[in-house]
């Protein structure tokens, strides 16, 4: 566990990509299509990005994050009926990383919200429901356009892949990360080193830092520029892409002095969608590496299990 977080190894930072967002979704055509093939290129170099100009506005981003600490704040008797269910429960708080198996591990509060295709929300703090289905419904769009230019990049048919995928019934969800100032012992992470499941995911988060990626087989921290959203690709789109664009490793590591929070919201297929490398992206060359499966299972056992690294994805590894 210790080399885990031997500040030894990190690497000196290096510069993170970033994508325009602006010129992605309202640029002239040549715009676009440079910022195509920047994502193309981030994805497969990096799977992590920074999102600029993405719109979401700055007071909407803030009161969810202030939305979700008033949430954590609320007496053990109100949130006790979100506490200790099933992993796909529409709605569960806890602690660690799945609070059955791994309390002590890491030293984090979550709360995990499913917000589409059917929407799910706390009754308090009051202001949570409206909050959240706004902050929702503004990062799917961005999600999902993220997701576009990708099977652009790609060079596969988007109408194609978004059936498949179920993508109008695109699974979101929403979680908060709570990391409680914690002396920096060296043996207890945030968040252990894992990949997302889904397709892409968007996080923003309060201005302490202690993201760490795994870049080149080296970690390092990840420091957002202002107003910046942070977007990592998943094990879906490694899955899709037939390992071309790899999820990346990612952990988060605690501030001794001051509370670290995180609102993350991952996107992927439709619950029932069943996935596989895109056909397009098989032949003789390069052969399946991945088999087919229903992202639900995928789910299911992904958040069932402690977290070892990418373990999931030998789920389907052919
Ligand atoms: C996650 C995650 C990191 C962070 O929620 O999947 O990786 O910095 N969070 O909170
Ligand atoms: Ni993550």
Known sequence: MASFISHTELIAEEIIPTIDFGLLSNGTPDQRSDMVQALAKACEDWGFFMVVNHGIPDQLRDEMLEAFKTLFDLSDDEKRPYVGGHVLDPIRIGTGFNSKIDIGKCWRHYAKIFVHPEFHSVPKPLNFRNISQEYSKCTRAIGLELLKAIWEGLGIDESRVKAALKLDSAFQILVANLYPPYPNSGTTFGFLPHSDHGLVTLLYQNDVDGLQIKHKDRWMYVKPAPNSILVNTGDHLEILSNGKYKSVLHRA???????????????????????????????????????????????????SNSLVEKGALNLVRL
């Open 253 to 303: 590591v605690l501030n001794s002095e001051v509370a670290r929070m995180s609102v993350v919201t991952a996107i992927g297929p439709a619950l029932d969608a069943i996935f596989e490398p895109i056909p397009d992206l098989v032949n003789g060359d390069s052969p399946a590496v991945f088999r087919a499966m229903k992202y639900r299972d995928y789910l299911e056992q992904q958040q």
